[in-house]
C-alpha cells in the first residue's frame, strides 16, 4: 500500500503540466446536423447549401416517422430457413417503414487548438444504417458497408490547419430487401470525435483479461498498444486499478522497448477481487499512463470486470465456478416506437424488465450492438453472446451482408472483438445465426475462418453460432468445428446432438418463438403451431407457436433436466418491428413480431410471469389470466391459468371453488409449469386464486374482478425524477380504468396527450402489432386499456406536466420531477 501511495503521488506530481498538452479529448457529434432524404450529387462539398435541410439530433433514425405502409420494401419471397418453397408476398416484413433509399447529413465541427503534428483526431461512428460514405472537407476518409458495425477513420490529414469549421458529410444508402426486420435507417448510433497526442492508444487499443481467477486473488494481464512510436524506443508504463468506488487496489510500473509493434504488457494481482456476476456486477478500471523518456505521452483507461467463465463437457457453463444455465433472450436493435435510435435510458428500462422477470443474459440478434447496451449489461449484470451475422457469403435476403462478405468479414470481425472484448458481460462470440452456409460441404472451412479471428483476437472467450439446420451440422462437420454447438429449436434433437458431438454439450442460442398479443385471448383454448386468427393477433393463453418452434416449457424443460443443456435465449425479450409472424404473408397491416415476451410498448405480456415463475423462483409469482370481462360469453368455457412459482393453487369464481391445481411432473409439460383450470364458466365478477406452498399452507391469495365502464385515464409513471440533460426519457404508463382503478382489458379509447415544462412529448406506443398509428404523434388508441408514453427531460431542470384526454373519459394529469 504504501508503495502505491508513493507512486501514486509521484505520478501526480509528473502529471500535471505535461500531460495538459497532451490531454485526450473526445466529444459526440450529436446536434445540429442537417439530414435529407434522396442523393445530391454536391453533398459532400464543403460549399454545398444544406439549409433547406431538415435540422436533426443524432442519433437519428429517418423512417420511424413513417407512414407505414404495406409497399414500403413489399418482398415477394420464399423464406426458405422457414421452409417455404413457393415466393409469396411478405407484408410488413421489414416493419413497413420507409428505411431504403439514400439520406445524407451534414454538420460543421471544430477541433479547438488542433496541432496537426502534434495530434490525431479519429472520428467515431458507433453504427450507421448502411453502406456509409464519409467526407470531411470535401474529401473522402472513407467507406464503411455493415450497418451494425463500429468504425473509424483518422481524419487528421482532412482537417483545416486551424481544426476549425470543418465540414462533415455522411451518405447512406439502404437497399431494398437487405434485411428480414426493421433495419433502421441513417446515424442511428452515436458519433464521436477523438483527440489524442500523436502517440496514442489507440480505437480499442488495450485488452485486459484475467488469466487466474479465485476468491483470494486475481491476475491482471493488460495489454496496451501504442501508435506513432518508432521502433525500439523505451517505453514506460504505470497501471492503477480502481474498483468501483475508485480506490486504488493494485499499481504496476513496467519498462519495454518497442519491438515490432508489441504491446505494452503487464500483470497486476488484485487481491480479495470483487468478481463480476449478474447477481453482482463489479467493475474496475485500469488507468494506464504511458512514458517516454520521463515525459507522459498518453492516458489510457480500460473499464473491465474479473471473471471466470467455464464450459466443462457434459457439465455445462460455469460462471466464477458455479454452475449456472443461461436465463438468456435474444435482442433485436430497435427500441419500438423510437425506432433504432439508441437511447441510453430506452435500453436501460428494456434490461431492468428484463432482470425483473429473472434474465441474466442477451443476444444481440443478430448483429453487432450498440456500445451502450454492452455498458449497460456490465453495469446491470446481464451476460452477453455477441452476434456479428445474419448471413455469411450465402444469400438469405437478395441484398443482404453476402455482398460484402468476402471483402469485408475479417474487418467487421475484428471491429466487433476489439471492441467488446474488454467487457466483462460478453461471456462468447456468435460467429453467425441459421446462415445457408452451414449445409455447404466446405461450410464449416467458413466457419473456421470465422473462428478463427475471434481466437486471434480475444484467446479467451469461445465461439457460437445459431444452427438450425441439424441434420447438414451433425453430417458435415460445421457443428463439430464450432466451439460451442448453439441450436436453434429443434429441441426433439438436443439429446441426438448431444451424443454426437465432442463438446457434450448444447446451448438454446435461440428458443421459444411463441407467440402473443397482450391482452388478446382466442378461444377455444388449445395448442397449435402456425394459428391465424381473423383479428389478425395471436392468443395470450401462450399456446401458439411455429412449426418450427416450441411452447417455453420444453426448453425449461431441457434446462432443468440435463445438466448437459447450458440454458437458453428465447426469441425474443421483446417484440421488435418487422417479421409479423404468423401473420407474414399477405397480412397487411401487420408489421412487427408476436414474439416478444414483452409487447413492443415494453408492457409485459402474459407470458413474462410465466418465465419469472421459473427463472426467479425465490420471488413471488402468482399470475392470473384471462381478463375477466367477457361481455357475450356468460355461460361459456373459459379456462383460466396461473403462472406461480408456488407448486398449488385454488381456483374461486365468486366464492365458487373450482378445486386446487398442483404442478405436476406426470402430465403434459404445460402441467409441470402452469396452473390450468380448463373448464371454467364464464360469469361476471371475481376470480380469486390461493396459493399454497410446498407444505400446504396457504400463502397468498390475489384476485381479479370484471371492470365496470371506462371512467378515467391511470397515468403511472415508471420513475419519479429524470435527469435534466435533454436526453433522458421518462416512460408512463398510461391505463383506461373504471370508477374503482380496475384496468378496462378491452378498451380501444383514443389518448391524446400534452406534454408542458421541462421536457418534450418523445413517442407513443401501444403494442398492437396491426396498428398503424405513428409513433411520433401525441394521440393513439389503447390496445387493450394500454399504452406507454415517452417523453423527454430537457436541458432545464423543473416539472415536467403530462396531460392526457380522451373522449368521454375524466382527463387526467401527472408531472415528473426533471432535476
Ligand atoms: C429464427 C431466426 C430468427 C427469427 C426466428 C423467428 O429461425 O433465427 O431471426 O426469424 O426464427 O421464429
Known amino acids: 500500500m504504501k508503495y502505491i501511495c508513493s507512486l501514486l503521488f509521484a505520478m501526480m506530481l509528473l502529471v500535471g503540466p505535461i500531460f495538459a498538452q497532451n490531454a485526450r479529448k473526445e466529444w459526440a457529434l450529436d446536434e445540429h446536423w442537417r439530414f435529407s432524404k434522396g442523393d445530391f450529387e454536391k453533398a459532400s462539398s464543403t460549399t454545398f447549401d444544406d439549409q433547406e435541410w431538415q435540422e436533426v439530433t443524432v442519433p437519428h433514425d429517418w423512417a420511424i416517422y413513417g407512414p407505414f405502409d404495406e409497399k414500403h420494401d413489399l418482398q415477394v419471397v420464399a423464406v426458405t430457413q422457414n421452409g417455404e418453397k413457393v415466393a409469396t408476398k411478405k407484408t410488413g416484413r421489414t416493419g413497413g417503414l420507409p428505411y431504403m433509399g439514400v439520406g445524407w447529413y451534414r454538420r460543421n465541427f471544430d477541433v479547438e487548438g488542433f ?206 465456478g458455479e454452475h449456472r ?163 436453434n429449436y429443434r429441441t426433439h434433437r438436443y439429446q441426438e446432438t448431444y451424443e454426437r458431438l465432442p463438446h457434450s454439450l448444447v446451448l438454446g442460442s435461440e428458443t421459444g418463438s411463441t407467440v402473443s398479443s397482450r391482452g388478446v385471448y382466442h378461444f377455444p383454448v388449445e395448442k397449435a403451431a402456425q394459428v391465424v386468427h381473423e383479428d389478425h393477433q395471436s392468443s395470450s393463453y401462450d399456446m401458439e407457436y411455429c412449426y418450427w418452434s416450441n411452447l417455453p416449457e420444453d426448453d425449461f424443460a431441457l434446462a432443468e433436466d440435463y445438466d448437459w443443456t447450458m440454458g437458453q435465449f428465447v426469441w425474443t425479450g421483446f417484440d421488435y418491428l418487422g417479421e409479423p409472424t404468423p401473420y407474414d404473408t399477405d397480412a397487411w397491416p401487420n408489421h412487427s413480431s408476436m414474439f416478444g415476451i414483452v409487447d413492443l410498448a415494453g408492457i409485459p405480456k402474459d407470458r413474462y410471469y410465466l418465465y419469472k415463475s421459473v427463472w426467479k423462483k425465490k420471488e413471488e409469482t402468482l399470475h392470473i389470466l384471462p381478463h375477466w370481462n367477457w361481455k357475450g360469453r356468460e355461460g361459456e368455457i373459459t379456462p383460466v391459468f396461473v403462472y406461480t412459482n408456488y407448486p398449488t393453487a385454488e381456483l374461486f369464481v365468486n366464492g365458487k371453488s373450482y378445486g386446487k391445481q398442483s404442478k405436476t411432473m406426470d402430465g403434459t409439460l404445460q402441467e409441470r409449469y402452469r396452473l390450468m383450470w380448463m373448464d371454467v364458466v364464464y360469469e361476471p365478477g371475481e376470480v380469486k386464486v390461493v396459493a399454497y406452498d410446498s407444505t400446504g399452507k396457504a400463502v397468498k391469495e390475489k384476485m381479479l374482478k370484471t371492470a365496470s365502464k371506462p371512467h378515467h385515464i391511470e397515468l403511472v409513471p415508471e420513475q419519479d425524477a429524470v435527469q435534466a440533460n435533454g436526453k433522458e426519457l421518462a416512460f408512463v404508463m398510461v391505463r383506461i380504468v373504471d370508477k374503482e382503478g380496475n384496468l378496462c382489458p378491452q378498451d380501444q379509447h383514443s389518448v391524446s396527450f400534452k406534454v408542458t415544462g421541462a421536457g418534450s412529448f418523445k413517442a407513443v406506443a401501444n403494442g398492437d402489432p396491426t396498428s398503424t398509428e405513428l409513433f411520433h404523434v401525441p394521440e393513439m388508441k389503447v390496445f387493450n386499456g394500454e399504452l406507454t408514453l415517452v417523453v423527454e427531460s430537457s436541458k432545464e431542470a423543473g416539472e415536467i406536466i403530462i396531460d392526457a384526454k380522451a373522449r368521454g373519459l375524466k382527463r387526467s394529469s401527472i408531472s415528473i420531477h426533471s432535476k
Open 115 to 320: 496541432d496537426p503534428k502534434q495530434q490525431v483526431v479519429n472520428l467515431i461512428f458507433d453504427g450507421a444504417m448502411s453502406e456509409a460514405q464519409v467526407y470531411v472537407n470535401g474529401q473522402k476518409v472513407g467507406f464503411w458497408p455493415y450497418g451494425y458495425n463500429s468504425f473509424f477513420f483518422d481524419i487528421t490529414p482532412y482537417l483545416n490547419e486551424d481544426g476549425l469549421n470543418n465540414s462533415l458529410a455522411v451518405r447512406l444508402e439502404n437497399k431494398e430487401q437487405s434485411s428480414r426486420w426493421y433495419p433502421g435507417a441513417g446515424l442511428y448510433r452515436n458519433v464521436h470525435i477523438r483527440v489524442t497526442p500523436k502517440i496514442h492508444v489507440p480505437v480499442w487499443g488495450s485488452f485486459v483479461t484475467t488469466p487466474y481467477v479465485s476468491e483470494e486473488y486475481a491476475s491482471v494481464n493488460i495489454k496496451t498498444q501504442l501508435e506513432n512510436v518508432p521502433e525500439g524506443t523505451d517505453l514506460k508504463i504505470i497501471t492503477e486499478i480502481m474498483d468501483d468506488e475508485g480506490k486504488a487496489v493494485a499499481v504496476k510500473e513496467n519498462t519495454q522497448k518497442l519491438n515490432h509493434g508489441r504491446p505494452l504488457e503487464q500483470y497486476l494481482t488484485v487481491n480479495n477481487p470483487q468478481l463480476w456476476s449478474p447477481e453482482s456486477p463489479n467493475l474496475y478500471h485500469a488507468q494506464s499512463t504511458i512514458y517516454i523518456d520521463d515525459q507522459i505521452v498518453d492516458k489510457y483507461t480500460t473499464r473491465f470486470g474479473i471473471r471466470k467463465i467455464e464450459f466443462i463437457a457434459d457439465k455445462g457453463f460455469f460462471l466464477n
Open 325 to 487: 444455465k443461461f436465463q438468456g433472450v435474444n435482442l433485436h436493435h430497435d427500441l419500438g416506437p423510437l425506432g433504432a435510435a439508441v437511447n441510453h435510458s430506452a435500453i436501460k428500462r428494456q434490461l431492468r424488465i428484463l432482470k425483473d422477470m429473472g434474465a441474466d443474459a442477451v443476444r444481440t440478434s443478430h448483429n453487432m450492438p450498440a456500445p451502450e447496451l454492452v455498458e449497460l449489461c456490465d453495469e446491470m449484470g446481464l451476460m452477453v453472446m455477441v452476434e456479428s451475422f445474419d448471413e455469411w457469403d450465402v444469400a438469405k435476403s437478395k441484398n443482404g451482408y453476402h455482398r460484402y462478405f468476402e471483402e469485408w468479414a475479417e474487418k467487421d470481425m475484428v471491429n466487433m472483438v476489439r471492441h467488446f472484448r474488454n467487457n466483462p458481460s460478453v461471456i462468447m462470440w456468435s460467429i453467425g445465426n441459421e446462415v445457408p452456409t452451414q449445409c455447404s460441404p466446405d461450410g464449416y472451412k467458413v466457419a473456421k475462418f470465422l473462428q478463427d479471428i475471434c481466437h486471434r483476437e480475444d484467446p479467451t472467450r469461445l465461439v457460437t453460432a445459431g444452427m438450425d439446420r441439424v441434420s447438414c451440422v451433425l453430417d458435415n462437420g460445421f457443428a463439430a468445428m464450432i466451439d460451442i454447438a448453439g441450436l
